[in-house]
């Protein structure tokens, strides 16, 4: 029940592309949804995040999507760039759980020029 | 303001050995997590600190403890390696422990042979 399920597991998409990786969440105790984008030998950085309370955020190429039925969630990246190849992480943390993050397995994207 | 520093960068220890690792939180911060990523997995909580005080731990055993400092630097202390300690180690700090943002450090390679 604390598991969060990513997929897929690599991504390749052309330059100009859309990425769109998602996961899914057993626990609806969670209630706070990162994504992180983590470069080889680098801590992960923090893209983007959602809260339950709304279905989508957007923020410059990114974009959550958000659906709480379903218990899913996913990463758009619009307009994809060689400079976006990375491993992308998406995690989920709850009050209860004194904000521990539990992380999905990460997707390995490359973007190809 | 200054982010999230850990040291040292790479660290090569035999087994049975023991380690210890730091962390100093971003400017402002009083809260402090520790995660394990193994290669191409995800992140795993450790455990956090949150005032000096353990607040919350992850399915590690006792072998692996730690402590936060007044000025909310931490240390992880790892006895009698094994080969599967074999990861980098992630520091993430955040505002406060009621915070679920959490910004990470670039981690420590620990090579356990």
């Known amino acids: 029940q604390q598991q969060v399920k990513q997929s897929p597991q690599s991504l390749i998409v052309q330059k100009g592309g859309i990425s769109i990786i998602n996961c899914a969440y057993e626990?609806?105790?969670?209630?706070?949804f990162p994504w992180y984008q983590q470069f080889p030998g680098k801590g992960p950085a923090l893209l983007i995040a959602?809260?339950?309370?709304?279905s989508e955020k957007k923020e410059g190429r990114f974009t959550i999507s958000f659906n709480k039925s379903a218990k899913q969630f996913s990463l758009h990246i619009m307009d994809s760039q060689p400079g976006d190849s990375a491993t992308y992480f998406c995690?989920?943390?709850?009050?209860?759980?004194?904000?521990?993050?539990?992380f999905g397995t990460g997707t390995r994207l490359k973007v190809l020029a | 303001e200054t982010g999230v520093t850990q040291s040292p960068t790479h660290l090569i220890k035999t087994r049975g050995q023991q380690v210890t690792l730091r962390c100093s939180s971003q400017?402002?911060?009083?809260?402090v997590s520790w995660y394990q990523q193994a290669l191409g997995q995800g992140p795993q909580f450790i455990f956090q600190?949150?005032?000096?005080?353990?607040?919350g731990r992850g399915n590690f055993p006792p072998r692996f403890s730690g402590l936060q400092f007044p000025n909310y630097s931490s240390e992880l202390n790892v006895n009698a390696l094994e080969l599967d300690d074999s990861a980098l180690y992630l520091c993430?700090?955040?505002?406060?422990?009621?915070?679920?943002?959490?910004?990470f450090g670039p981690g420590t390679r620990l090579t356990v042979l």
């Open positions: 993430a700090s955040s505002a406060d422990s009621f915070t679920d943002t959490q910004y």
């Open positions: 626990n609806t105790a969670f209630d706070y």
């Open positions: 959602i809260r339950p309370d709304v």
């Open positions: 995690a989920a943390s709850s009050v209860s759980g004194t904000y521990k993050y539990i």
């Open positions: 400017s402002g911060h009083n809260t």
């Open positions: 600190y949150y005032r000096e005080e353990e607040n």
